[in-house]
């Protein structure tokens, strides 16, 4: 059984457990039973096929608890995830789009000619530049961060919380992200500046250990 499959069966339950809005009118239509044809049972059943036995096939009993979920659930949850692939390639499009714009209309060099009016310390240089370059990227990007982070996630019912609130824990994140990315960056450039040849090496290992980090 893949990795992607498991996930999906899972995330098609979450969908129709969790989902706080309402769904389209056909998937309202009540089943047979009397429920929405999005709706799961309270209590869920363990399939014949899911039984204990000296027979038992974990392919077979992910099938059987599979047909247990509602259709409407299952292509719901298929459109979440086909959706978030598709923005794995908008996001990358739009990043790079940004970067090309930041280069392009000089505000790259803008912002490292402010940081070295700052300070004369490097390091410190680096961490102005850091900041600049997270609140523009940032503006930039705001549309499409609203739209997977809130839009998106309440259109499929995954979130309850409100816009106010949300966006409030998008600037502490922000103010985090300043601060500690920061720190990474001034560490990461120091290791360029002072191992030119095996840079390459040693910014790896700086990367690697900050993807390691809870932030």
């Not at 390639?89 to 209309?105: K, N």
């Not at 990007?141 to 824990?169: C, K």
């Amino acid at each position: 059984m893949s990795r992607s499959r498991i996930l999906l069966s899972l995330a098609a339950v979450l969908v129709a457990t969790l989902s706080g809005g309402r769904p389209a009118a056909a998937a309202d239509a009540p089943a047979p039973g009397g429920l929405p044809a999005t709706a799961m049972p309270s209590v869920v059943a363990v399939p014949q096929a899911a039984q204990p036995s000296a027979r038992f096939d974990p392919e077979a009993a992910t099938e059987a608890y599979l047909a247990e979920i509602p259709a409407a659930a299952r292509a719901r949850s298929d459109a979440y995830f086909e959706g978030g692939y598709w923005l794995i390639l908008w996001d990358f499009l739009y990043g790079a789009g940004v970067a090309l714009l930041l280069l392009g209309l000089g505000w790259s060099a803008g912002m490292r000619n402010v940081a070295e009016r700052a300070t004369r310390f490097k390091p410190v240089h680096t961490f102005v530049y850091w900041v600049q370059y997270l609140l523009v990227t940032s503006i930039l990007g705001f549309p499409l961060i609203v739209y997977e982070g809130y839009s998106r996630e309440h259109q499929y019912g995954l979130a309850t919380q409100t816009f106010g609130p949300w966006m409030n824990d998008q600037l502490k994140g922000l103010v985090v992200n300043a601060v500690l990315g920061g720190v990474f960056a001034i560490v990461l450039f120091g290791v360029v500046r002072r191992l030119r040849r095996t840079w390459w090496i040693w910014g790896t290992v700086v990367t690697t250990a900050k993807k390691k980090m809870p932030w």
